[in-house]
């Protein structure tokens, strides 16, 4: 069974540009959730997609905006980037939700604004 | 809100010795209690679990306890090796089912 991935592993933009991540869950999760992981702040929450419905947001700008496809595949896109957003952006999906659900992540996407 | 407290590091040990890493939390309800491993340059790994209290979750050597009475999970192997050595985070997935993270912490083991 693949394992959650995520496109691009790596890229490079430039101030003011706009990024989008892709994600692919496992087969047969249907919840994806993404994060932001830097060495000053952590990992921090961003959104969760749940049957292409955003059921949790964290507290980031309106820059940061996420949606799910009907397969469950989904994508995240930061427009605008600032030289801050250079962080790894991590994916996970779930089977379904709930305290009990384990959540299971991709390698991520090492995102750099210059 | 909830929360999720963990020991700093970077925490240095010999190969072969006991590990240790202090997780505690705050949290409403009876939220499920997590430990991730990061492997230099790669995600994020669960490492195991536990649901509720009293639960004890272990996966490679490692284990780790609920304790409702103290709202600690610390995580604990018997003798570590070197290829442990990773950055450790404590999480809790409450009502809202979003997961709170700890900082995260650091393990060095030298052979």
């Known amino acids: 069974k693949a394992g959650v991935t995520q496109t691009p592993r790596y890229l490079i933009k430039t101030r003011g540009q706009q990024v989008t991540l892709s994600c692919s869950p496992i087969?047969?999760?249907?919840?994806v959730s993404w994060y932001q992981q830097t060495p000053g702040q952590g990992l921090q929450f961003l959104f969760e997609?749940?049957?292409?419905?955003?059921?949790n947001k964290g507290n980031f700008p309106g820059r940061f905006s996420g949606r799910q496809f009907s397969n469950s595949r989904s994508e995240m896109n930061v427009s605008t980037l600032e030289l801050g957003d250079s962080a790894l952006y991590l994916c996970?999906?779930?089977?379904?939700?709930?305290?009990?659900?384990?959540?299971?992540f991709g390698e991520g996407s090492w995102l750099t604004v210059v | 809100g909830d929360s999720v407290t963990q020991m700093e590091g970077p925490v240095t040990l010999s190969e072969e010795a006991f590990l240790t890493i202090n997780c505690t939390y705050t949290a409403t309800g009876y939220p499920s209690l997590f430990w991730y491993v990061q492997y230099p340059g790669e995600g994020l790994q669960l490492l195991l679990k536990?649901?509720?209290a009293d639960d004890k979750g272990s996966n490679k050597g490692f284990e780790a306890t609920y304790r409702k009475e103290t709202t600690s999970f610390h995580l604990e192997k018997g003798s570590v090796q070197v290829s442990d050595s990773a950055v450790y985070f404590c999480a809790l997935s409450g009502s809202n089912y979003q997961l709170i993270w700890g900082a995260g912490t650091k393990l060095i083991i030298k052979p």
């Open positions: 997609y749940f049957s292409e419905t955003q059921r």
């Open positions: 996970a999906s779930s089977h379904g939700q709930g305290a009990g659900n384990t959540i299971y």
């Open positions: 087969s047969g999760h249907r919840s």
């Open positions: 536990a649901t509720k």
